[in-house]
T-cell receptor, first 112, second 110 residues
């Protein structure tokens, strides 16, 4: 099993709240990723990082932000949650950009 | 055109059947190819990497056709537990990252 963790697993929150989704991995991977996935739909890359202090926006525009202060930690923040942010957020990591990615269990976010 | 294209299915097959999925990709310079499995409302999990010479893992066989730019996944003796969405993954021609296909749904019925 991959050692990548996400908390919380489920979050129901009201509009306008600030939230941070946590992602940690113990594999020492430099590369980390955030994906957004709606039920029955494809994965969309929203952020990635190739190492400490490196962050890039993905293919899907997102109002969220990320930080990478430590190798093992890649949190995602929404400053003001809206119902349109309701989705599943999946974190992943890999040794190199071309290597297989390992996914965390995901955070299912519902914004009321 | 999408970088990775898959037939969304669903493929409905009886237990014990052999089923094959194809996936086409646009980046002729791609070097990394994978098949992932995703169960409903779960995270994707690596099923197998795809090597140039083709590779087999139990009932699963993956093949790469560089000339036609597609990879395939063959599942023999399908089990009910094989029911899932199968994602084709290739490295992108736009930057240093992987691209996930939209997935092919497989339903194995008794």
């Amino acid at each position: 099993e991959a050692d990548i963790y996400q908390t919380p697993r489920y979050l129901v929150i009201g509009t306008g709240k600030k939230i941070t989704l946590e992602c940690s991995q113990t594999m020492g991977h430099d590369k980390m990723y955030w994906y957004q996935q709606d039920p029955g739909m494809e994965l969309h890359l929203i952020h990635y990082s190739y190492g400490v202090n490196s962050t890039e926006k993905g293919d899907l525009s997102s109002e969220s932000t990320v930080s990478r202060i430590r190798t093992e930690h890649f949190p995602l923040t929404l400053e003001s949650a809206r119902p349109s942010h309701t989705s599943q957020y999946l974190c992943a990591s890999s040794r190199q950009a071309y290597n297989e990615q390992f996914f965390g269990p995901g955070t299912r976010l519902t914004v009321l | 055109r999408k970088e990775v294209e898959q037939d969304p299915g669903p493929f409905n097959v009886p237990e014990g059947a052999t089923v094959a999925f194809n996936c086409t990709y646009s980046n002729s310079a791609s070097q990394s190819f994978f098949w992932y499995r995703q169960d409903c409302r779960k995270e994707p999990k690596l099923l197998m990497s795809v090597y140039s010479s083709g590779n087999e893992d139990g009932r699963f066989t993956a093949q790469l056709n560089r000339a036609s730019q597609y990879i395939s996944l063959l599942i023999r003796d399908s089990k009910l537990s094989d029911s899932a969405t199968y994602l084709c993954v290739v490295n992108s021609e736009y930057g240093n990252k992987l691209v996930f296909g939209a997935g092919t749904i497989l339903r194995v019925k008794s």
